[in-house]
């Protein structure tokens, strides 16, 4: 696959906000505003997509099928948008896949970037057109007020600085409903990365979410696992992600044909209500597939707090228990 790399963000752009998940409705008053002056500090101008905006909401939480593809193919056709962020995730994203006119995006290149739900755009963008896409925090992520540092600044590492990063765990990290209650906050000091697997190993990022990610097996929209993939994977408490349910999850992904060409996984931390132990991870991964590679788990990425940002078709390395990334 030709691989395209969108050019990264400069002062004075402008970001577009969509929603092909849920609805822009859902997000409080307080994340709005903290969401907008952090995109001003980064002298970023944003825009809101037509019908995001106006806040449309159906029985599942988001607005049309038409509108949203609508919003989402209108930012990649203006040219004054340089980036495209969701507003959240949610549970329906893949149902606009075959609707997008994939030929406009590959011609009008730009950073998108989302997590969650929002796996299945970004592996099906990227499958189709060949364009670098970012898991990364969502608008309403980025309007979270406390612990937020490490996110942001992996954020514009990424989308603004020098597009690599060797990345470092965080100082601490937070499970709890803080888009509910922005001051009730509770922090729990890192333990850092679990070594499951050492290791060395190199090759292409693919994965996110790992319920959303299994949702497009079988179809044009999941990305090969090319000669050499470094697999990223996370799971969500509240789509099932218990220990069984992420078991289940990878043994779809190591049935695939292309599997034999992952050379190394990275997994995101698991929220607390999963209670996935180190040692009932390490039961999980004991498989003879798994024996050869690297795994590095408990990373800042998933559904806690902080989040760091990758690149989904960016080149990741594993080498002396250290994760390093680029596009």
């Not at 006119?101 to 299945?120: L, Q, W």
């Not at 612990?147 to 020098?162: D, I």
């Not at 990345?167 to 850092?192: A, C, M, T, V, Y």
């Not at 990275?266 to 991964?285: D, M, N, P, W």
Request: glycine share 8%; aromatic share 10%; charged share 25%.
């Amino acid at each position: 696959m030709q691989k395209i790399i969108p050019a990264k963000l400069q002062k004075g752009d402008e970001v577009r906000i969509v929603a092909p998940a849920r609805s822009f409705k859902i997000i409080g008053q307080d994340s709005r505003e903290c969401a907008a002056k952090r995109f001003a500090d980064m002298g970023l101008k944003v825009s809101f997509g037509k019908y995001m905006a106006t806040e449309e909401m159906d029985l599942m939480g988001s607005s049309t099928v038409e509108h949203r593809i609508a919003d989402m193919m209108d930012a990649f056709k203006d040219k004054n948008v340089k980036a495209i962020f969701t507003i959240i995730g949610g549970a329906n994203s893949n149902q606009i896949l075959p609707y997008l006119d994939y030929e406009v995006i590959k011609n009008n290149p730009k950073i998108f970037c989302g997590f969650s739900d929002i796996t299945a755009l970004l592996n099906g963008i990227y499958a189709k057109t060949g364009l670098v896409t970012f898991h990364g925090p969502h608008y309403s992520s980025i309007g979270c007020i406390k612990g937020s540092e490490y996110t942001l600044e992996n954020l514009q590492t990424m989308l603004m600085g020098e597009q690599k990063n060797q990345l470092q765990p965080s100082k601490e990290w937070s499970d709890d409903l803080w888009f509910i209650n922005q001051e009730d906050r509770n922090f729990i000091k890192n333990e850092g990365w679990w070594i499951i697997n050492e290791g060395k190993a190199e090759g292409t990022i693919i994965g996110g979410n790992i319920g959303t990610f299994d949702l497009l097996l079988g179809s044009s929209y999941r990305p090969k696992f090319e000669k050499d993939t470094i697999l990223f994977i996370e799971d969500c408490f509240t789509s099932s992600g218990d220990a069984g349910a992420f078991d289940r999850h990878l043994q779809a992904l190591m049935y695939q044909d292309d599997f034999k060409n992952v050379k190394g996984m990275v997994i995101g931390r698991f929220q607390k209500a999963s209670e996935v132990s180190r040692e009932k991870l390490e039961f999980i991964l004991n498989k003879p597939e798994l024996k050869h590679m690297p795994i590095i788990a408990n990373v800042d990425f998933g559904h806690t707090t902080p989040l760091t940002t990758f690149p989904i078709g960016g080149t990741a390395k594993i080498e002396n228990n250290q994760i390093y990334f680029e596009i």
